[in-house]
T-cell receptor, first 114, second 115 residues
């Protein structure tokens, strides 16, 4: 069975600091990769996704993620965080054999200090 | 205004009681999902449905039941057999065309608490 690991459970940054959240998955075949974000009191929403092509994908609000197949990783990055980025971030993977089911990581809670 | 609605926002369950969480979508999506969110564990799939009158167990289906009588509705019942039901429950939907590259859209969630 596929699994997804997010090693950073809690991250605290000051505004303007750079962000990188780790995501590793365990499936060896073709995968589709997602990052979702849950702002306080809001719906879980899609931040960005990777299906194929350029391994560096850009999402909303200045976020980007890089797919490194050899490392089974899909890390999320942002060069300069803002207080409004305070949220919980979830990496999710869909393996080609799993239909359209997603496996989620445990989440990373990001707090940005103003 | 298109989207997914879940009700109620908060739900209290007494010991031995079954409770039903509502999920409705007007996105005309075929596929619908129920997840349970616990701190530090991310989202875990309870049940999913690819089409009306059909549904499949997810990773943690024990103690839960669902029905899919209408395309837009996918209610989840938390039965008395679920020994640790306190959690945040999220409903999602996707187009359901059978592909693997579908984005899932989420509702606002229902928080279930046991009295």
């Amino acid at each position: 069975a596929q699994s997804v690991s997010q090693h950073n459970h809690h991250v605290i940054l000051s505004e303007a600091a750079s962000l990188e959240l780790g995501c590793n998955y365990s499936y060896g075949g073709t995968v589709n990769l997602f990052w979702y974000v849950q702002y306080p009191g809001q719906h879980l929403q899609l931040l960005l996704k990777y299906f194929s092509g350029d391994p560096l994908v850009k999402g909303i609000k200045g976020f980007e993620a890089e797919f490194i197949k050899s490392k089974f990783s899909f890390n999320l990055r942002k060069p300069s965080v803002q207080w409004s980025d305070t949220a919980e971030y979830f990496c999710a993977v869909n393996a080609g054999s799993a239909g359209n089911m997603l496996t989620f990581g445990g989440g990373t809670r990001l707090m940005v200090k103003p | 205004d298109g989207g997914i609605t879940q009700s109620p926002k908060y739900l209290f369950r007494k010991e031995g009681q079954n409770v039903t969480l509502s999920c409705e979508q007007n996105l005309n999506h075929d596929a619908m999902y129920w997840y349970r969110q616990d701190p530090g564990q991310g989202l875990r799939l309870i049940y999913y449905s690819q089409i009306v009158n059909d549904f499949q167990k997810g990773d943690i289906a024990e103690g839960y039941s669902v029905s899919r009588e209408k395309k837009e509705s996918f209610p989840l019942t938390v039965t008395s057999a679920q020994k640790n039901p306190t959690a945040f429950y999220l409903c999602a939907s996707s187009i359901g065309a059978g592909g693997t590259q579908e984005t899932q859209y989420f509702g606002p969630g229902t928080r279930l608490l046991v009295l």
